[in-house]
């Protein structure tokens, strides 16, 4: 587990690598039909699928685009291509979405690992991106925390799965 160039972020990447393995956990044994199914009346792109699209874009955002300051065009959540963009999976295989998400992970610890945590972010155009990685870090397990909670719940309600893993 990458600990950061200052040493200090071993654990909040350990939290969020939790909450990560938890996310993709509810995935599985999950059909397509059932990865693609909305099952919230009132939120048509709550799907796992969606879930995890939906995660991988905010880890493109906050650590690529935010604190990098890379580039934003390729990100369907800072685009104008539509509300919801990143949630969006219509012809993508979970099986690629969680492959993606995989990757996203993986880069997001190299760019932590090369980084302090008192480092602040570089894109211009956003003013979160003044944040410091620290805050962005501890915001990254908040967020992903919350949406595995949204996981356990769209994974009981599509086939009766529970649990914490």
């Known amino acids: 587990m990458p600990s950061g160039g200052d040493g200090r ?10 909450q990560r393995q938890i996310l993709r956990r509810k995935c599985e044994g999950l059909s397509e039909a059932d990865a693609h199914r909305s099952v919230i009346p009132t939120s048509s792109a709550m799907t796992m ?5 939906h ?27 539509g509300e919801d963009a990143d949630w969006r999976t219509d012809g993508i295989s ?3 979405l969680l492959a993606e998400y995989e990757a996203q992970c993986v ?17 211009p155009d956003y003013r979160a991106g003044n944040a410091n990685l620290r805050w962005m ?11 595995a909670g949204h996981a356990d719940i769209v994974r009981e309600l ?6 914490y893993y």
């Open 107 to 123: 880069r997001s610890n190299e760019i932590v690992a090369e980084a302090s945590l008192d480092d602040v972010g570089r894109h």
């Open 94 to 96: 979970l099986k690629q």
């Open 49 to 53: 699928a969606g879930l995890i699209s």
């Open 137 to 147: 870090l501890i915001h990254l397990v908040e967020e992903t925390g919350r949406h």
């Open 9 to 18: 972020s071993t654990a909040l990447i350990g939290w969020l690598d939790l």
């Open 55 to 81: 995660m991988r874009w905010v880890e493109h955002t906050w650590l690529e685009v935010l604190f990098l300051g890379g580039d934003k065009t390729q990100n369907p959540s800072l685009v104008k291509t």
């Open 158 to 163: 599509l086939d009766g799965a529970k649990g």
